[in-house]
């Protein structure tokens, strides 16, 4: 049963759980102003995808974006700027919506992720973040901020099913070290990086199968 069925996806407003990225439903900010930003981040990110990070430059964003240069500069006055506002962007990401099926909604949410990271430029945008990441503070700290943002879903289900005792406790991430969370994700990115041709809704399932097989109270998961 595809995740569609039974799902709807959630995306959050452009750059609205970061801080310090301003989003078009602020009503502070100018909507002409708001407008031109997520312009110029839509056209950042798809040439990320397109020429990976070391082509993220004011000259091929404008030209991507149709802004001109001096525009771009008025809103980032460094590349850097630039740059880091897109991987702020980065952390607004697309979530299913749980149902209350365990299984189906830890299929839908790393369905979401699958389709995410090999369609939406997810993986190559995650790919250079994390690269960048060991060089720059900042673009570490808004790199966990990924992160985190990224498995809040997940870390709900779970823990809504170990409160409904349908998973063991230690599924769960008592110490926050996001183990169970990696379980899940782990395989996907692994596939991603060096079996792209396998990672395939089929592989999605069997990935939450184990998963389940490993952590269940034998409650009657759903299959």
């Not at 990225?21 to 031109?36: F, G, I, L, N, Q």
């Not at 570490?140 to 063991?168: F, K, P, Q, W, Y």
């Amino acid at each position: 049963m595809a995740p569609s069925t039974q799902h709807t996806v959630a995306q959050f407003g452009p750059f609205a759980t970061i801080r310090g990225v301003m989003t078009v439903a602020d009503p502070h900010v100018d909507p002409r102003v708001a407008r031109t930003r997520v312009a110029v981040l839509t056209a950042a990110r798809e040439v990320l995808v397109d020429d990976g990070w070391e082509g993220v430059t004011v000259a091929r964003v404008a030209e991507r974006s149709g802004y001109a240069r001096t525009t771009l500069y008025r809103h980032w006055p460094q590349r850097l700027d630039l740059l880091r506002d897109l991987i702020r962007a980065e952390a607004s990401v697309a979530h299913s919506t749980p149902s209350g099926d365990l299984r189906a909604d830890l299929v839908a949410e790393l369905e979401a992720f699958r389709s995410a990271m090999t369609t939406a430029g997810l993986g190559r945008a995650m790919v250079a973040i994390g690269q960048h990441a060991r060089e720059d503070p900042e673009v570490a700290e808004l790199n966990r901020a990924l992160r985190i943002e990224g498995a809040r879903v997940l870390d709900g289900i779970i823990g809504d099913a170990i409160e409904a005792r349908l998973l063991r406790r230690d599924a769960g991430d008592g110490d926050g070290d996001g183990a169970a969370v990696a379980m899940l994700v782990g395989p996907v990115l692994f596939r991603y990086l060096f079996e792209p041709d396998g990672l395939t809704s089929a592989f999605v399932d069997d990935v939450v199968d184990r998963f389940i097989d490993a952590f269940t109270t034998g409650a009657g998961v759903r299959r």
